[in-house]
């Protein structure tokens, strides 16, 4: 119900800043939460940051103090700052967005889970 369509990553030297954007289209006034996950090579896919349905961002403590998540009020762009970047930053990046169920019409469309397609990030040193 909801496409979400990342831009933004690459590669950037430690220390440095970048940034990454999330479009989403479709049924995005039932989204609740925004969030960013990250995936370093050969680990486990990891929080970075959480927007809640109030704006409220928490995050995580690596990403504490250096990055910086956002969305816009109509809930069609979150994006996430990177600043004072470390080679451990590297990883692939994931938007994901919670939603309610909601009715169009006569049909009913229940809770959904939807994920950008991710992006790559590589610092190096």
């Known amino acids: 119900q909801v496409q979400l369509v990342e831009s933004g990553g690459g590669l950037v030297q430690a220390g440095g800043s970048l940034g990454l954007s999330c479009a989403a289209s479709?049924?995005?006034?039932?989204?609740?939460?925004m969030e960013w996950y990250r995936q370093p090579p050969q680990k486990e896919r990891e929080l970075v940051a959480t927007?809640?349905?109030?704006?409220?961002?928490k995050y995580a403590d690596f990403a504490q103090g250096r990055f910086t998540a956002s969305r816009d009020g109509a809930k069609t762009t979150v994006t996430l700052q990177m600043d004072n970047l470390n080679t451990e930053d590297t990883a692939v990046y994931f938007c994901?967005?919670?939603?309610?169920?909601?009715?169009?019409?006569?049909?009913?469309?229940?809770?959904?889970?939807?994920w950008g397609q991710g992006m790559q990030v590589t610092v190096f040193s």
């Open positions: 479709g049924a995005t006034f039932s989204i609740t939460t």
């Open positions: 927007i809640n349905i109030r704006g409220e961002v």
């Open positions: 994901h967005v919670e939603g309610l169920g909601y009715y169009n019409r006569s049909t009913y469309y229940p809770d959904f889970s939807s």
